[in-house]
């Protein structure tokens, strides 16, 4: 095992030599690749409709309510397609410089983002992902190094002096398909958790908001795919209010008297302690810490930068300062039903309007919400509960196999774990 795998600062270029076999051939990292930038998109390319424009939120976040739009035709080098690479290579050190594979819609590809493109004749192109996922740190380091006003970035020529070593065909076969096979079974889980959720929310679409069952009993029905004793809950007719008729017996509320929108609180990315405890940002899971801020499960609201975006955590978790967490105020009320009516209000709309967008806490509390019968919320925990604890799973195992591939992930790149062929991985004869 071969060359100094420190990095190494001259008057104006970083070099990196990582330390990989010695008959992996040395070679250039930007060789391997080509290289192509985004376009400095600007407001008057966007459009209502049309292709998303990529940025480095949307690597991060995928496509939001907050994602710009532009239905002009742009030269096919700016055309982003599901399974691209693309790296960002500008802007905060620790959060902005990464490495991503797409998964979204075909899109066009914003400034500041290099679509990475393998040479084929040298480099599969699902080793070359795992490669530059390796490289991260080093790319932080190179901007880090260049870091003036909070920003950094890395250039095509630190690009031409890092210097890799480049296994055979064979060996990078068998590297990609070991952790492709972790990551697509991560991103099959993700899928199927669409799913379910889209089931959980067609549920709650028929009760609460179609009221399906209602409508049936009005009409001598029994309701499709519902057994009696649930049946039984719903009332069989209808109370007109100013807001349009609802289940009678049941009521509407401002939302400010249902719920608390608690703050979140300021934890930076190089703050966060290794643990099991999900952090939250305004889209999502944004990383993990050892402690947590709130109790599970919960829902958290995006406050700050993607306003008004509903998450659900089935464990303890903590909220950052971009975002709120939901905290029930009404005795019986049901948090996976708030969970589906919250996503079913038009929150980003209430979001203020100003460089980085945030959702209005007090407008958001004149919202109405509907409340059912406590009988009702039950059983609609209890019709959605197998559905939850399927994604429950599927996350868990999901994590597991993250920690795996991370895990396994340098040591095969750099050569410490070595990988013969991708047929010797699947039992199959080799070809000569």
């Known amino acids: 095992m071969g060359r100094d795998a420190s990095p190494v600062s001259t008057a104006d270029v970083w070099l990196y030599r990582p330390r990989f076999p010695e008959d992996w051939g040395p070679v ?6 080509s290289w192509a ?7 008057i390319h966007f459009s209502p409709s049309g292709r998303p424009i990529i940025k480095i939120a949307e690597l991060k976040n995928g496509v939001t309510g907050q994602t710009a739009f ?13 399974g691209d690479i693309l790296f960002s290579w500008s802007g905060q050190p620790e959060t902005s410089i990464d490495v991503f594979r797409w998964r979204g819609p075909e899109g066009w590809l914003n400034q500041h983002i290099f679509k990475v493109g393998a040479r084929e004749d040298l480099c599969e ?3 070359l992902y795992y490669l530059l996922r390796y490289l991260r740190p080093n790319f932080v380091a190179i901007a880090r190094n260049k870091q003036t006003i909070g920003l950094g970035h890395v250039t095509v020529r630190d690009l031409q002096h890092m210097e890799i070593g480049l296994p055979f065909r064979d060996v990078q076969r068998g590297i990609a398909h070991i952790l492709g096979t972790l990551d697509d079974k991560i991103e099959l889980n993700r899928r199927m958790n669409e799913t379910l959720e889209q089931i959980a929310q067609a549920i709650f679409t028929s009760w609460f908001v179609d009221f399906d069952p209602v409508r049936a009993k009005a009409e001598s029905r029994q309701p499709v795919g519902m057994n009696a ?22 009521a509407r509320a401002r939302l400010g008297s249902v719920i608390e929108l608690a703050y979140g609180e300021g934890l930076r990315e190089q703050e966060r302690a290794a643990g099991n405890m999900p952090v939250f940002g305004s889209n999502g899971q944004v990383g993990w810490h050892d402690r947590a801020l709130a109790k599970g499960p919960g829902i958290i609201i995006g406050r700050k ?4 975006i509903v998450t ?3 464990s303890d978790f903590f909220p950052i300062d971009t975002t709120f967490y939901v905290i029930p105020k009404a005795e019986g009320m049901s948090l996976r039903y708030l969970y589906h009516a919250l996503k079913q209000q038009d929150l980003p709309s209430l979001s203020a309007d100003s460089v980085v967008p945030g959702l209005n806490r007090n407008l958001a509390y004149m919202n109405d919400i509907l409340t059912p019968s406590p ?7 209890n019709q959605v509960l197998p559905l939850v604890k399927r994604v429950d799973h599927n996350d868990e195992e999901s994590h597991t196999l993250a920690a795996i591939r991370d895990a396994l992930l340098p040591k095969l790149v750099s050569g410490e774990i070595r990988v013969h062929s991708t047929a010797a991985l699947q039992g199959e004869q080799r070809d000569e």
């Open 125 to 127: 192109p699902g080793f």
């Open 28 to 33: 250039a990292l930007y060789d391997l690749a």
């Open 305 to 308: 930068g993607n306003p008004g």
């Open 375 to 381: 009988q009702v919320l039950r059983a609609f925990d």
């Open 70 to 82: 532009s239905d002009a035709e742009y030269d096919d080098c700016y055309l982003v397609s599901p």
């Open 229 to 250: 004793a649930t049946a039984a809950l719903f009332p069989d007719s209808f109370e007109d209010l100013p807001l349009g008729k609802i289940p009678r017996g049941w």
């Open 37 to 43: 930038n985004g376009m400095a998109f600007r407001s």
């Open 312 to 314: 659900w955590c089935s």
